[in-house]
């Protein structure tokens, strides 16, 4: 694939990043794509390496390694080097439903298996993702393709997050009638109101979503299903229900002071700056969101959402950013015992800390640390928080390892808004007791291993619902094999690919 001697002879390259100074005025997309001419030299780099990593999705060591999707990326790299975009395209959309999604929010866990990453810098794979799809958009490849024949079978699909998508998309294709419902008001799911604008652009997500709607997907938004439609109402309409509503329960932080006004969680945060944006033509008016200008600001924990709520508090205009890890600071380098094609656990400074870095001279994580309490102010509202240090020790009974705090290591820091991104705890109990389907111990949807239908006959559950708190490109792939597993159930035999 590509050219065999192309990774000694050509250099990476990848899409620039306007300057942190500049991005924070606006919430636009900040990258500049590489031309045409640029990626086909980068899927030139593509070695042919015997053993592609970077398409296996293995899980090795607790992390995947390469992409869960099985994107045929050699394939497609190999494509676009012989200028045959066309082919790419349709290559790529062999295993991927949402291109346009993850060559904006995915990490590229294929560029960390890249074979050529071993020794030098991978393939710039990503990038020549987002080209191909973008060139697809713009050379009408992306059209619609409503399926010439219907089966006369109907499925619900809860919830319009990656997962629910990608299912309603494989089962529309397969000519069933798909109907998906959303309790916010307008589709997308985390998409839309969880991944902040300058990461994805809210219009890229419309653009899919009329696609399907093209195709014969049916969308209707403002439902709340599990109480304003009832699972028994659902089950008679429908011959199958797919449950993909998330893991969208926050964890929060107990600790007193909880009740202060001016703390917040992530997600709602985030949500409120989205919604304000599209409300005001791309502009923030005051009162419309939950704002962080002029603020001292912390946010409590790190990963993606940390990182999208420093980002977003940088936008705002915040006058200090403090992110709380509780975690040592991971290594800059892969650790012996971390090799590759691991996923490397190493330090990542993404977008919205570079941002603080630039405009305060320094990074805003402080790591083994976390909040003992809240202080408010006469009127109710956070003012201070008390914080202590942390170290790991070792239970002595269970042998594992636990952050515990260090006696007199508690000091006060100014704060007037506190985002609580501690991460998520599972699915809302309001819909899986409505549908009377059983979780685990972590209130996820429980099925048998492997396996996506629920303790209730006729319903499933994909996505961060079935499996926790996790990636897009994760939540695609379940939408693909739950719709594999639903068309089965109907027909009896299934022609739909997972990979």
């Keep these: 694939m590509g050219k065999p001697t192309g990774f000694m002879e050509y250099a990476r390259q990848d899409k620039i990043a306007e300057a942190p100074e500049e991005r924070i005025k606006h919430f636009n997309e900040f990258h500049t794509p590489l031309t045409k001419e640029e990626q086909e030299i980068q899927g030139a780099r593509c070695m042919a390496c015997g053993v592609p990593f970077c398409q296996s999705g293995k899980i090795l060591n607790g992390m995947a390694s390469g992409c869960p999707l099985h994107n045929l990326v050699p394939e497609w ?69 409503p399926p010439k024949v219907r089966t006369g079978k109907k499925v619900a699909v809860v919830g319009s997050g990656p997962s629910g998508l990608a299912a309603a998309d494989q089962l529309n294709k397969r000519g069933h009638t798909v109907v998906v419902f959303e309790r916010e008001d307008k589709p997308g799911g985390l998409l839309r109101y969880g991944i902040p604008n300058m990461k994805l652009e809210k219009q890229i997500v419309d653009r899919k979503i009329a696609i399907m709607e093209e195709e014969g997907v049916e969308f209707r938004t403002g439902v709340n299903v599990g109480k304003d439609l009832k699972a028994k109402d659902l089950l008679k309409e429908f011959d199958r229900v797919i449950l993909a509503c998330g893991a969208s329960n926050p964890r929060d932080i107990k600790v007193p002071g909880r009740d202060a006004g001016g703390i917040y969680f992530a997600v709602d945060f985030l949500k409120s700056t989205t919604k304000a944006l599209w409300a005001n033509d791309m502009k923030l008016k005051d009162g419309t969101y939950i704002s962080a200008k002029g603020k001292n600001v912390m946010v409590i924990g790190g990963g993606d959402t940390g990182n999208d709520c420093v980002g977003t508090s940088m936008r705002h205009g915040a006058k200090s950013v403090l992110q709380l890890e509780m975690m040592p600071k991971a290594p800059d380098k892969r650790a012996e015992n971390n090799p590759w094609p691991e996923w490397p656990r190493i330090c990542k400074t993404d977008y919205g800390q570079q941002e603080a870095i630039a405009i305060f001279g320094k990074d805003p994580r402080v790591y083994t640390t976390t909040v003992k309490e809240f202080i408010k102010d006469k009127k109710g509202n956070v003012c201070k928080a008390v914080l202590v240090k942390l170290e790991g020790k070792k239970d002595e009974k269970t042998g594992r390892m636990s952050m515990v705090e260090i006696q007199g290591s508690e000091y006060t820091v100014e704060v007037e808004l506190v985002l609580i991104a501690a991460g998520f705890l599972g699915s809302q109990d309001y819909v899986t007791k409505d549908f009377k389907v059983d979780v685990n111990a972590r209130t996820n949807v429980a099925t048998a291993p492997g396996e996506y239908e629920t303790s209730v006959k006729n319903v499933f559950a994909a996505g961060d619902m079935h499996r926790g708190q996790s990636l897009v490109v994760w939540a695609i792939r379940e939408g693909r094999e739950v719709a594999q597993k639903v068309d089965l159930s109907l027909m009896g035999y299934t022609n739909l690919s997972v990979q």
């Design 77 to 145: 790299n190999d494509l676009i080097y012989n200028g045959n975009w066309e082919e790419a395209y349709y290559r790529l959309v062999k295993t991927n439903n949402f291109p346009e999604f993850t060559s904006r929010v995915c990490p590229a866990l294929c560029e960390n298996a890249c074979t050529c990453g071993l020794h030098e810098d991978p393939v710039s794979s990503k990038a020549n993702e987002y080209g191909i799809i973008e060139n697809a958009y713009a050379e009408g490849y992306a059209k619609a393709r």
